[in-house]
């Protein structure tokens, strides 16, 4: 009876694989700020909103740290909100009154936190609709399956 005794890994290989997961995870959490740098510089471009890339990175990293903390309030509030509703289209309705109200406040508020850059009410809000609706595109079928049986 022999063991397979597991070889551990060398002091290079352990340095190598905590580089490699020290460098997933500054990816992970870099990659969704980047996409939204690019979407509002797009938008702001777009609209002719003057900014610098220091105040949009600014922006980007105070609305991303304010959505995560309201994104979890707001889908409480949807799934508080919707329990109870049978009809897809009042059921949508609510969520998208909750989620674009939430999303709207972090806009809003990194907006009045950061002065340099001004945008205009209009914006915000096409700007958390539009967030909203990107939402639903890549949601995963699984919980939309779900969520058309229940």
Not at 51 to 67: A, D, E, K, P, Q
Not at 115 to 122: A, F, M
């Amino acid at each position: 009876m022999t063991k397979n005794k597991e070889k551990d890994l060398s002091l290079t290989g352990k340095i190598l694989v905590g580089l490699a997961m020290a460098f997933l995870i500054v990816f992970a959490i870099c990659f969704p700020i980047g996409i939204y740098y690019s979407g509002f510089a797009g938008l702001l471009s777009l609209s002719d909103v003057p900014y610098t890339r220091i105040s949009l990175l600014w922006f980007v990293l105070i609305f991303s740290f304010l959505s995560i903390f309201l994104e979890l309030v707001a889908k409480a509030l949807i799934g508080v909100a919707t329990q109870y509703i049978s009809n897809i289209y009042q059921s949508f309705f609510i969520r998208m009154l909750i989620y674009c109200i939430f999303i709207w406040i972090c806009i809003n508020a990194a907006d009045e936190l950061i002065k340099s850059i001004t945008i205009p009410l209009k914006l915000e809000l096409a700007a958390a609709f539009l967030d909203f609706i990107l939402e639903e595109v890549t949601k995963d079928k699984k919980s939309k399956m779900k969520r058309l049986i229940d």
